[in-house]
């Protein structure tokens, strides 16, 4: 574990603006090559890691067999306290900040010893309300994670707490969870419940809204051959991370039989377990952490890997300064060499996920890449085209990628996954919610059209390429209401606050007007009622001897669609259309 444990460490450092973050790995047994190992991972990250080499007290009771000295060792941490400390945040192994750290170690404590996450048992109120049965804990008092805790040192010197979990130990009780049913025990009452985002453990990450510290809970890890569903895109972090130390090898590479074999399991584990997945999204899908829409690049932070402001008035100013905003559709109808003179120098250009579609070489304008999330994470990420979205931004003008989520189920990537690029984050459920139907999933594009039509923004909105038409190349997905969000567009350009080249031309509304110029709108409405009805009769009876030719084409097709697992996006559909009814 120890290269893991460099690993988390480094993690730490890149998602915080502190400069006085102490960084200390509690050694045990480790061989002097181990710690040459941890000086070379130093050299390699720029980072100082300090080992400090742990040695038990003689009167420390034998648990061979049955814990890890490692897991013992949490029990004596007030051991290697300096009196001059005054918080010390204890973290597991497995974890990985993927997140701003900095909030914690700040975080009101509220006068208790520690402050520490639920553990996820307590989504199962059989399962905890036996655990706190088992431990004399008083009925609702909590359980927490112990993979996780920030210490008060001054209250825990005073309270003895490790002291009493280490009487504990020495009473040859036995504990189901080790040290974390102890901890539990010796911390009752004296510990404040943190937001989950601080500790977000294997089972609970599909729910929890902006995480921060990732905790790879359970055997299987990102770095084994065999990964938790989910976290291969986190095995990626940790080999680059490790790359030019002795470990660059500690990352297993997985055969495509072992994914296959990766796939069927976790499959039939959600397949099997509904109901725990429910509980767990009840109890633990309320977290909301804090808004990442409120993160924003600035000029002054161009080289940063972390951008935070307090309000959209800082994505307001960041897009203002800009004369004109073009989102660039990934489409077979724009012309990007003559997009690329029409606009002025101080135009801000937006691309999004698939951008080499429409570019064929470095773009030199200001520009930003909008990555969109799925399930699986932003899906630049999942699909492992990073580097081949960034080779098109090889500019000083690009600005950085903006991860975006528009539904409960999409996540987003941690900076590290986006190849060192400049990431913000763009947390636009709850602005989706009241703006789209519930049945279908809103394009990127119109999604950045509302959040920019409410953030109401001074620059001229452009919209280039947006036929929403498929062409014969690429494919236009029928998990987007194409035809609201032609609507919704259309009424932005007649009211003046966007412009489009799809509808700067006249539309059929338009030139009826010109040839009925005293006709009344309703009048001209009625009439093009009346030629749809009679145009949607006919083609519903094509459609119908259509059908009836393709029976056995469908029955057949159905059958291997209902074999084959289910996409990302149809699961989400499937979940919104069941909360909807």
Not at 459 to 488: C, M, N, Q
């Amino acid at each position: 574990m120890l290269p893991a444990a460099c690993c988390t460490l480094l993690s730490v450092v890149r998602n915080s603006q502190k400069n006085d973050i102490k960084l200390v790995i509690v050694g045990i047994d480790l061989p002097e090559d181990q710690k040459a190992g941890v000086a070379t991972f130093n050299m390699a990250n720029g980072i100082n890691i300090d080992v400090v080499d742990f040695t038990f007290p003689t009167d420390t009771p034998e648990t061979a067999g049955r814990w890890h000295k490692s897991t013992l060792a949490r029990l004596y941490l007030d051991k290697l306290m300096d009196e001059n400390l005054e918080r010390v945040l204890y973290l597991d192994a497995d974890i990985l900040a993927v997140g701003n750290v900095d909030p914690l170690f700040d975080v009101d404590l509220n006068g208790k010893a520690i402050g520490a996450v639920d553990d996820y048992v307590v989504a199962f109120p059989d399962k905890i309300g036996q655990r706190e049965r088992e431990l004399g804990l008083d009925r609702g008092a909590g359980y927490f994670n112990a993979g996780v805790f920030l210490m008060d040192c001054a209250a825990v010197r005073a309270g003895g707490f490790f002291e009493t979990a280490r009487s504990l130990l020495r009473s040859g009780r036995s504990f189901a969870s080790n040290d974390q049913d102890i901890l539990n025990i010796a911390f009752h009452g004296t510990w404040q419940r943190l937001d989950n985002r601080w500790n977000v453990q294997t089972g609970t990450m599909r729910y929890i809204r902006n995480p921060a510290l990732l905790h790879f809970t359970g055997r299987r890890k990102p770095w084994h051959p065999s990964v938790q569903t989910g976290q291969s895109a986190y095995a990626e972090i940790y080999s680059n991370m490790l790359s030019k130390t002795p470990w660059s090898g500690f990352v297993s590479r997985r055969s495509p039989s072992r994914k296959a074999a990766d796939y069927l399991l976790a499959f039939g584990k959600r397949a099997g377990a509904m109901n725990r997945s429910q509980q767990l999204k009840t109890y633990f899908g309320a977290s909301e952490g804090v808004p990442m829409v409120d993160r924003n690049p600035g000029p002054e932070n161009s080289g940063s890997h972390v951008f935070q402001t307090q309000s959209a008035d800082a994505w307001r100013a960041f897009f203002n300064r800009y004369s004109h905003i073009v989102l660039v559709a990934n489409s077979e109808a724009l012309d990007p060499q003559s997009m690329r003179t029409e606009f002025p120098g101080d135009t801000l250009f937006v691309f999004f996920n698939k951008v080499y579609k429409v570019l064929d070489s470095s773009f030199p304008g200001h520009a930003i890449l909008v990555a969109r999330s799925g399930m699986m994470g932003a899906n630049i990420v999942h699909r492992r085209e990073v580097d081949d979205v960034l080779k098109f931004f090889t500019s000083e003008k690009f600005l950085g990628i903006l991860n975006i989520r528009t539904a409960p189920e999409e996540r987003f990537s941690p900076v590290a996954a986006f190849k060192g690029a400049t990431v913000m984050y763009g947390d636009l459920e709850t602005l989706m919610s009241g703006h789209y139907p519930q049945d279908k999933i809103p394009t990127s594009g119109f999604a950045l059209v509302a959040w920019m039509r409410e953030l109401q923004l001074t620059p001229k909105i452009v919209l280039a390429g947006f036929s929403g038409k498929r062409s014969a190349r690429w494919k236009v997905f029928d998990v987007h209401d194409w035809t609201f969000e032609r609507i919704y567009f259309r009424l932005l350009a007649q009211r003046g606050l966007i412009t489009s080249a799809e509808h700067a031309r006249p539309s059929r509304f338009d030139l009826l007007t010109r040839h009925f110029p005293d006709a009344k709108f309703e009048e001209i409405q009625g009439a093009v009622n009346d030629a749809f009805s009679t145009r949607l009769d006919h083609a519903l009876t094509l459609i119908d001897g259509l059908m009836s030719l393709t029976k056995w084409q469908r029955a057949l097709d159905q059958a291997f669609r209902k074999a084959r697992p289910k996409t990302r996006k149809q699961r989400a559909l499937d979940r919104q259309k069941k909360q909807a009814s």
